[in-house]
């Protein structure tokens, strides 16, 4: 049992069978004073392996701090005493809402970015939907927020899920950036990780940081009763339209995945460029993952402005164009008329024969009946195949003989038959090669100076079609004379790259990483849209050529968003070329293609998203509409016209969604600005000392991080020989990581070792050698993320050297343990009165659950002739004696005289966390009664609109009986939230904790 009435703090010593070990982190298990201690192990046997105790099962004995025995301090100038008190304070955690934007990460603060980490901390428990548009780095505000969730103790455990292509990238950037470390786990990881753990161990416990594709998790019925036995501190989900939902929810492997890790998660982060496509009901499910309480209505489709408010952030490019002055470079358009060539002869022909098609259709349809219509004309038949022409011959061809094939089988006396045969004849006379198209892509890479060689400026390379993209590579191979390969590991080592659907996810990953490398020699990328959402390609690319015309404005933004994005640091340019044709019937459509790609462009300069101009947000639906509404009906003004009701019955929805969104986002803008400039009538004065002063939000610290990498480092050098030397410079700090280092950051020497996945880093940024290479100059490491663009990837060779480093926080734990357990030295600064001795404490208020409500460092302070002792600020005393300039002059501290004044100490210190106790939960109470407030006004309307329904159906029912689940389901969840929310990590435990780090005794 743990025998102590507080909750175990991190930093904390402990016995446990029969060894000690250091808390790093308490989890509550029950919410009844049963915790879940995390630790690293200290003794001889245990030191380093990491370790969780159940504290309601295993006999755990916690240092009792009137019982703390004072030791000398014999190193030369206190070194002992200041690098365990430097590593006591990096072990607090913070616990203010203000971020500290210090040191936080290497890239160009804005703003924009500072708002969402502001909004975030402001929440009791962060849950957020980032719906910023296309290129505003998303990636960039999750570490931002990630790093101040891991700086209050409260990002320990993270799950992202991300698309398969965007595995690496996103794992990369958050570690070159954030030096937040990510495990990727895709389904051979997965596999491999499974070969060493015992078969009833849940992999998922394994790593505490893991990135997965969301395609290899989805599959609940596989891994379900893993998630559920998972809990994480943080899920982030990148791309999170994907997990809304379709029609049936229920039946959508992604959303009850999704809803399955929000209940098992404390904060959760969506992001998103198009947050919903059109109805209440899918945005509804969005925001619901993020709080059940958030939307009244159980089908999602009832509420308003003010429910969603507080939950998701909206920004387009125009919002931050001033604030990302030189970040968003302004992209360019090749003029059509350079990217336009007329049909030759025989192109004209096959486009003959699709007019020809294209007029019988449309009388066919006029006379015949509507099953004739149904069965008749399909998609395929009124535009598919001229939509394939327009990419290539041979998409076109293929799908016609496919066609022919099929009827052929089916139905012989189709009178599609001979209208195909005469399409396919006309088409058998054409290759791609042979095509005008093809023909202006020749000169426009001759106008870009591209021929395939190294020095080839990169080009990213659109279509629809994989029968378009497989002649395409062939075709410039041939001409530009270029070994090619179709094998799917030879993508990422060859100048021309295709990339499709079926590309496998490895070698997806590491061709997409290839073509963002300087040095790679892949030099021209064939796309699909597999490539067209999310993946950042424009630090080495900044020219997209759309081979052929997707008809939808959301694809078109798609694409153009993967190299006009925020960092850009040249000019986009993008080309779409362009066929005309003499066909009367197929003329017009020429208007149509130009208008979609200028209203690409308008969108770009608008506070609006591309899926709104025509509200059906999905690129399918937009193809069909521009098909049936513009081209087939000769309406070149189709982009003009948002769908009338008549057309999409949801129109009407839309426009309301549209409008709420740009309600809420005001209203949400208006009281985060109140917020802001709110003043704070409790924010302590640090100009003088006084009793009621807590610990600062933006923590104190005596060293640099570097000055306490090179200070601590050699420190432990000195009782550990084997230790080799850091190589430091101006600029680098080189560490040759010894062992217990490699095996805390998950390097297995053999393969029978445990695996270290709680502190495990990225295995693909395991450097050279073992030497890790760390610089406190943001500016560099940005140098060196961008030569490593050039030359090996994504990984740089040069991190950040900050506290959040896994390099600083071994460190830290490391110096926590070179004092012993209950113990803390003494020192003598001539800079106190004699007689005067300073006790140093750094006390903890946790809540029920463990988590840190508030952490202070303090000094109990007695003066020589006075019997009452004086609480002041640690920050303070410390400055007051010159901790930092202290030297060791072999003064004896009086040990005697001051060790029976601790037990005194030690009650003023929790006497005055006491009192910051109750002031916080003085503080809390307006916060609290808000969120009751929220809470019950949601649990009133959301009763009454079951309760109107439950009237409304036969007693007995089954729609009936669903309905009374709901209203039980709906009072579990609200005395869970009180039982398990807000009492247990918001209420604070009975008991303050306190630990004594150092003391301080005044010169004789």
């Not at 060539?341 to 509507?370: G, I, N």
């Amino acid at each position: 049992m743990y025998k102590s009435k507080t909750p175990p703090t991190p930093g904390a010593r402990i016995l446990c069978r029969d060894a000690e070990w250091l808390i790093t982190k308490a989890d509550s298990i029950d919410f009844e004073d049963n915790f879940a201690i995390h630790c690293v192990g200290i003794d001889d046997l245990v030191r380093g392996h990491q370790s969780i105790f159940l504290t309601q099962l295993d006999d755990i004995a916690p240092v009792d701090p009137t019982r703390t025995k004072l030791i000398k301090d014999d190193s030369n100038g206190y070194k002992l005493s200041k690098l365990f008190l430097e590593a006591h304070l990096r072990q607090v955690p913070a616990t203010g809402i203000e971020p500290n934007f210090d040191g936080l990460g290497v890239f160009k603060r804005m703003q924009f970015q500072e708002d969402t980490v502001r909004r975030a901390l402001q929440q009791l428990r962060p849950r957020l939907l980032l719906a910023d548009a296309v290129g505003l780095g998303k990636t960039i505000q999750v570490g931002m927020i990630l790093s101040e969730l891991m700086r209050r103790g409260r990002a320990g455990r993270i799950l992202v899920l991300a698309k398969k292509s965007m595995l690496t990238q996103f794992q990369s950037e958050l570690w070159n950036r954030f030096n937040i470390p990510l495990v990727r786990l895709d389904s051979s990881g997965i596999a491999k990780v499974r070969l060493k753990i015992p078969g009833n161990k849940n992999p998922f416990e394994v790593f505490h940081r893991v990135i997965i594709s969301i395609d290899t998790l989805k599959n609940v019925a596989r891994y379900e009763h893993f998630l559920k036995d998972t809990r994480w501190d943080v899920v982030i989900i990148d791309e999170a339209h994907n997990v809304a939902g379709a029609s049936i929810p229920e039946r959508h492997l992604s959303y009850r995945l999704a809803r399955l890790l929000s209940r098992r998660s404390d904060s959760m982060l969506l992001t998103t460029a198009t947050p919903h496509n059109g109805k209440k009901e899918t945005f509804g499910r969005l925001i619901s993952l993020l709080d059940p309480s958030a939307i009244p209505d159980p089908n999602f489709k009832e509420y308003d402005a003010q429910d969603i408010k507080e939950f998701f952030m909206m920004r387009f490019k125009e919002d931050i164009r001033q604030d990302a002055t030189g970040m968003l470079a302004e992209r360019e358009v090749i003029p059509l008329a350079h990217t336009t060539a007329d049909a030759t002869d025989a192109e004209e022909a096959v486009y003959e024969a699709l007019a020809k098609l294209r007029a019988d259709l449309k009388q066919e349809y006029d006379d015949a009946d509507q099953f004739q219509k149904k069965r008749r004309h399909n998609a395929l038949l009124q535009y598919g195949f001229y939509k394939l022409f327009l990419s290539s011959p041979e998409a076109c061809l293929k799908t016609v003989s496919n066609r022919l094939a099929k009827l052929a089988g089916d139905d012989e006396a189709s009178v599609e038959i001979p209208r195909l045969e005469e399409l396919g004849s006309r088409l058998k006379n054409l290759t791609l090669e042979k095509s005008t198209r093809y023909a202006i892509l020749k000169r426009q890479l001759a106008e870009i100076g591209w021929n395939g060689k190294p020095k080839s400026p990169r080009i990213l390379i659109f279509t629809e079609y994989r029968q378009t993209q497989d002649a395409l590579a062939h075709a410039l191979a041939k001409d530009f004379i270029i070994k090619h390969n179709d094998k799917f590991e030879s993508q990422s080592d060859q100048p021309i790259a295709v990339i499709h659907g079926g590309t496998p996810d490895t070698h997806l990953m590491k061709t997409v990483e290839a073509f963002a490398t300087g040095s790679s020699p892949l030099r021209m990328m064939i796309a699909t849209d597999v490539a067209s959402e999310g993946i950042n390609l424009h630090h080495e690319c900044h020219h997209i050529i759309h081979y052929d015309l997707p008809w939808s404005i959301i694809t078109l933004i798609q694409r153009n968003g993967r190299i006009d994005r925020l960092g850009q640091e040249k000019s986009p340019i993008l080309r779409y070329i362009i066929v005309n044709t003499g066909q009367g019937l197929l003329k017009g459509d020429q208007a149509i293609f130009n208008r979609l790609i200028d209203k690409v462009e308008e969108i770009n300069h608008l506070r609006q998203s591309g899926e709104s101009v025509l509200q059906l947000y999905d690129p399918e639906a937009e193809e069909e509409y521009i098909a049936n509404q513009g081209i087939l009906a000769g309406n070149a003004n189709v982009l003009e016209e948002k769908t009338s009701s008549k057309l999409n019955g949801s129109s009407l929805e839309a426009d309301a969604l549209e409008l709420m969104l740009k309600e809420a986002s005001q209203a949400d803008h208006d009281d985060f600005m109140s917020f802001l400039l709110d003043d704070d009538e409790t924010a302590p004065d640090t100009s003088n000392p006084s009793e009621d002063v807590p610990f600062q939000s933006k923590q104190f610290r005596l060293f640099a991080d570097r000055d306490f990498l090179i200070t601590g480092y050699q420190f432990l050098k000195e009782r550990n020989p084997d230790y080799i030397k850091l190589q430091s410079t101006d600029r680098l700090v080189i560490v040759n990581a010894p062992d217990d280092l490699k095996r805390r950051l998950g390097k297995s020497e053999n393969r029978t070792n445990v695996i270290f996945g709680a502190t495990a880093i990225p295995m693909e940024s395991w450097p050279e050698n073992d030497q890790f290479r760390l610089t406190g100059d943001p500016d560099h490491v940005e140098l060196a993320i961008k030569a490593a663009r050039n030359a090996s990837g994504y990984w740089s060779n040069e991190l950040l050297c900050s506290e959040q480093h896994p390099i600083l926080q071994w460190l830290n734990e490391r110096l926590l343990m070179t004092v012993d357990r209950g113990q803390a030295p003494i020192i003598v600064s001539p800079h106190l009165q004699p007689g005067q001795l300073c006790f140093c404490f750094i006390g903890q208020v946790s809540s029920k659950s463990g988590i840190p409500l508030i952490v202070d460092g303090h000094a109990i302070s007695f003066f020589k002739g006075d019997t009452k002792p004086k609480q002041q600020p640690l920050e303070w005393v410390l400055s007051t004696v010159k901790f930092d300039q202290i030297s060791n002059t072999g003064a004896e501290p009086n040990i005697l005289a001051a060790q029976p004044l601790l037990h005194s100490a030690v009650n003023e210190s929790i006497k005055h966390m006491h009192f910051l106790k109750n002031r916080r939960e003085k503080q809390l109470v307006p916060l609290l009664r808000k969120e009751e407030r929220r809470l019950k006004k949601w649990k009133d309307r959301r009763e009454d609109i079951l309760l109107n329904r439950l009237n409304e159906c036969a007693q007995g029912s089954d729609k009936a009986k669903q309905l009374q689940q709901n209203i039980e389901e709906m009072n579990d969840y609200v005395r869970d939230r009180q039982k398990n929310w807000r009492d247990s990590h918001f209420q604070a435990a009975s008991h303050p904790s306190t630990r004594l780090i150092i003391a301080i005794q005044g010169a004789a």
